[in-house]
């Protein structure tokens, strides 16, 4: 149902890049994609979407590939509080799947 | 700007009691969805309202559970009788009008069933 795969973990040392993979070979055409991250305890927290175009926000980086069926997260210069469930989505009608995500752990 | 709010942000209770979890909206926006989250089963759309209106009840468990949502800045969740099984964390999104818009997520009630 989750229509996405994602490392189930991954590290990233502070101040690196995180570059967080997700495949969605399934999606459709005119479907979103969306990253959001959960830190323990809170609710889930939007961070960028994108449809086919690369996209950049104050938090992040999209990096769609040209067919779609995949997609890259890209966290600049990750710090200890990035650490985080990252899910990736793709949105079928109003309903967000989230899977298992990928739980990111920045080391210092 | 106030995001989503929720509250209780924890409730204790004995089974067979009702439960009754509250979310407020960010203002403006026209969708509300409940989610449940626990270890076993991840987070799970329980039900979205579109415009006051519930569009999709689907993923609601049981009769037990219902939810309303008498105006645009207002809705509960209820659980009656409550059961040890529904012990889990709820929260509430909003999200504008249309299709691609995200969903803001408020910070959730932690429901614990004795």
């Known amino acids: 149902d989750a229509k996405t795969t994602q490392p189930t973990s991954m590290d990233c040392a502070e101040g690196r890049a995180a570059n967080l993979p997700c495949n969605h070979s399934?999606?459709?055409?005119?479907?979103?994609v969306y990253w959001y991250r959960q830190i323990h305890s809170q609710g889930p927290q939007y961070i960028i979407h994108?449809?086919?175009n690369n996209e950049t926000n104050e938090m992040a980086s999209l990096i769609i590939t040209e067919d779609r069926k995949s997609s890259t997260l890209i966290l600049p210069h990750a710090t200890l509080r990035d650490t985080a469930v990252y899910y990736c989505?793709?949105?079928?009608?109003?309903?967000?799947?989230f899977g298992t995500g990928t739980s990111l752990t920045v080391i210092p | 700007d106030a995001g989503v709010i929720q509250s209780p942000r924890h409730e204790v209770t004995e089974m067979g009691q009702e439960v009754t979890l509250r979310c407020k909206p960010i203002?403006?926006?026209?969708?509300l969805f409940w989610y449940r989250q626990t270890m076993m089963r991840g987070l799970e759309l329980l039900i979205y309202?579109?415009?006051?209106?519930?569009?999709?009840d689907s993923g609601m468990p049981e009769d037990r559970f219902s939810a309303k949502m008498p105006n645009a800045s207002f809705s509960t969740l209820k659980i009656q009788p409550s059961e040890p099984r529904d012990s889990a964390v709820y929260f509430c999104?909003?999200?504008?009008?249309?299709?691609?818009?995200?969903?803001?997520f408020g910070d959730g009630t932690r429901l614990s069933i004795l």
């Open positions: 999104a909003s999200s504008p009008s249309g299709s691609y818009q995200p969903q803001h």
């Open positions: 399934t999606i459709s055409g005119n479907e979103y």
């Open positions: 994108g449809l086919k």
């Open positions: 989505i793709v949105r079928v009608v109003n309903q967000f799947y």
């Open positions: 203002s403006g926006h026209n969708s």
């Open positions: 309202f579109n415009n006051n209106v519930p569009i999709d």
